[in-house]
């Protein structure tokens, strides 16, 4: 069974980083099209990154720019570097992990779309 648990969020003053984590366990995942999700209090669950296994990502508008997401095989690891936070940044941050159609990685931003989920981590941005 895969395991994802994320790390790495907290309360952090607009205009500032930080980086996001979400360390995979069970099986390694360097074929698996990853994402992080986002879910704001009262707000559907967004989709706002996804990388496949060759570092092909892509970003929901809103946070081009400004997030970074990656992945380090060899530490069955993915990472968010978010640059410039805003208070409009504040949600609940997951990561996802799914192995079926690798090559539809870029367009996966619906939560149906992918098998396994973290527990997140929340990001907290105060003005």
């Known amino acids: 069974q895969v395991q994802l648990v994320e790390s790495g969020g907290g309360s952090v003053q607009s205009g500032g980083s930080l980086r996001l984590s979400c360390a995979v366990f069970?099986?390694?995942?360097?074929?698996?099209?990853m994402g992080w999700f986002r879910q704001a209090p009262g707000k559907e669950r967004q989709g706002i990154a996804t990388i496949a296994s060759d570092d092909t990502a892509t970003y929901e508008d809103s946070v081009k720019g400004r997030f970074t997401i990656s992945r380090d095989n060899a530490k069955n690891t993915l990472y968010l570097e978010i640059h410039n936070v805003k208070p409009e940044d504040t949600a609940m941050y997951f990561c996802?992990?799914?192995?079926?159609?690798?090559?539809?990685?870029?367009?996966?931003?619906?939560?149906?779309?992918?098998?396994?989920w973290g527990q997140g981590t929340q990001v907290t941005v105060s003005s």
């Open positions: 996802a992990a799914d192995p079926r159609n690798p090559g539809t990685c870029h367009t996966r931003r619906r939560s149906d779309e992918y098998t396994f």
């Open positions: 069970g099986y390694p995942y360097n074929h698996y099209c």
